[in-house]
């Protein structure tokens, strides 16, 4: 038997917060697609580095027509948002799951004068190509330039960002080990606090890892 989900959202999805309605869309807790998690680092006007932790996207290239890191929702009212907007560059930075508390910390430390790498303990590091810095701590870097921002949602509240990427920086030990990259302490993904028609709640929201199962 499959449980059919309809646009509709069921009353039996209460909100976990006020607002949670305006934010997400129900499908993303019926599904509960695990989705790649990271960091985007930009600048804020005032030369302040900025991060975002990050989970809506997905990257994809073909021969010489470039490879793309597409953010699918970009908060509309987030420094993000607006930094990609002014300077047309963000880093994409991939970090172990040791670093999610440090993550996190970069949410509460959101204003406008705040250096969100000393906020969450991080260090910057120059980029090649863009003005953007690294997160130093990176085992892996996507280097940004705008290519498209599309109004995806119509709702005004969040923004699809096509940057191609122009450098990747991988580190040494990551790159000589694939199983370090796929492992405990490489590519971790969210699991969006999948909803349970049993019991009618929202599972936690999880930080996941991978491990490699069987070649295909
Ligand atoms: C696990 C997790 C994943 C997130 N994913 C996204 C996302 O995909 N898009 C988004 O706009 N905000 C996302 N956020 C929220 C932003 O990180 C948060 O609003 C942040 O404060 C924005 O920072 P900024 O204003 O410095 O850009 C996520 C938060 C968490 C905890």
Redo the contacts with the bound molecule.
Sequence with gaps: MKIEIGRERPASYKELFPGMWDIFHHFEFAAGIP?V?FA?S?LKENGKP????????CFQGGNDSGFFAI?????L???????IRRTGEFCVNFLPLSY?DA??A??AH?ADDED?FAAGGFSQEPAFLVQVPRIKESFLSLECKTRQVINLSEAGT?ALVIGEVQHVALDEEYANDVKKRYGENGFML?V?SPFNYQTCEFSP?M?ATLKLQKET
């Design positions: 989705q998690l985007l930009t900025n991060i975002s932790y990050h989970a809506w996207s953010l699918a929702g970009i908060s009212s987030s420094h993000t948002y607006a930094n999610t993550l996190t970069t949410i959101n969100e969040t969210l969006h929201a930080a």
